[in-house]
């Protein structure tokens, strides 16, 4: 079996895919935002009225998910096609072109930072927890979302219409050594006790996706993540050679129209140092 795992070669990748990953992997995404909001919101008491960061905001579901809690959120995406969406569905978002480490934000700005599937894309996630934990106020809170270092439902899918179709799998990029962390409770503590953040937490996320075959199919048919440049890469037979073994091989995990897989992620949280007491 080819293993597809996550990209890991920058969130640059994911230029110019923002309508196929709106209508496909966005959805998967989007599984974690309720409990990133609700753990910040445990953590600061409520949303409304706070100043929340969407780092990677991507199409904006976080985005208008926070404005609907009343935050005032400020968007910020390297891809300015991803911040066209984001604009349509969070029309009252400051939306800015902009990634990790090099954020255009003011230091100690935010009440809360949130990035949801950005960490285990980025060249270097020490770096990027760092610059997250620098626009985020004293006593605010940091909280991310990473998936797992175990192999997916989804990306068990991916490899078998790999294998199954005779495709030619474009090997993935991984960090180096010193760049990565491990994909773990215990990885993702260490990384965001490692930028100095306290009161750090972590846990596992688990949820059932569900989602249109052919709306699913519209992410690697379009380039997105790992297996869209697969796909992509392919001759037009194949890649149609590819969608047969795709549809074959979903057609016993659906139910009621819609495409059923069990879905993990991590999710950690820290809060910036206050200052030390003076005397």
């Known amino acids: ?23 496909s992997f966005a959805h998967l995404c989007a599984g974690a935002i309720v409990p990133l909001l609700d753990a910040a919101e445990a953590v600061l008491g409520r949303l409304a009225g706070c100043r929340l960061a969407d780092v990677g905001c991507g199409t904006g579901n976080l985005t208008a998910l926070a404005i609907g809690r009343g935050a005032e959120v400020t968007g910020v995406d390297p891809d300015v096609g991803m911040l066209a969406l984001a604009r349509e569905m969070a029309p009252q978002a400051d939306l800015l072109v902009g990634a990790v480490p090099a954020l255009p934000l003011a230091p100690a700005t935010f009440d809360a930072v949130m990035a949801n599937f950005v ?13 997250l934990k620098r626009v985020c ?6 909280a991310v979302t990473i998936w797992p270092s175990e192999l997916s439902a989804i990306n068990e899918l991916w490899s078998d219409v790999v294998e199954a179709s005779g ?11 010193d760049k990565d962390f491990g994909r773990t409770e215990q990885g993702l503590r260490e990384l965001l006790v490692g930028a100095g953040l306290d009161e750090v937490q972590t846990e596992t996320l688990a949820w059932d996706f569900a989602i249109a075959a052919e709306d699913l199919w519209a992410g690697p048919a379009g380039g997105v993540g790992g297996i869209g440049k697969i796909v992509t890469s392919q001759s037009p037979s194949m890649q ?34 206050q200052p030390e007491p003076r005397g």
């Open 240 to 273: 149609s050679a590819m969608r047969q073994e795709y549809l074959r091989l979903v057609a016993p995990m659906t139910s009621g129209g819609e495409v059923v897989f069990p879905a993990v992620a991590l999710l950690g949280l820290g809060r910036a140092p």
């Open 137 to 142: 106020r004293p006593g605010g809170v940091v």
């Open 119 to 131: 960490v285990n894309h980025v060249g270097d996630p020490r770096a990027a927890v760092t610059d």
């Open 167 to 177: 495709a030619v799998a474009v090997a993935q990029q991984r960090l180096p050594a």
């Open 1 to 23: 079996m080819t293993t597809i795992g996550a990209d890991r070669r920058g969130t640059g990748n994911w230029a110019g895919v923002g309508r196929p990953y709106s209508q």
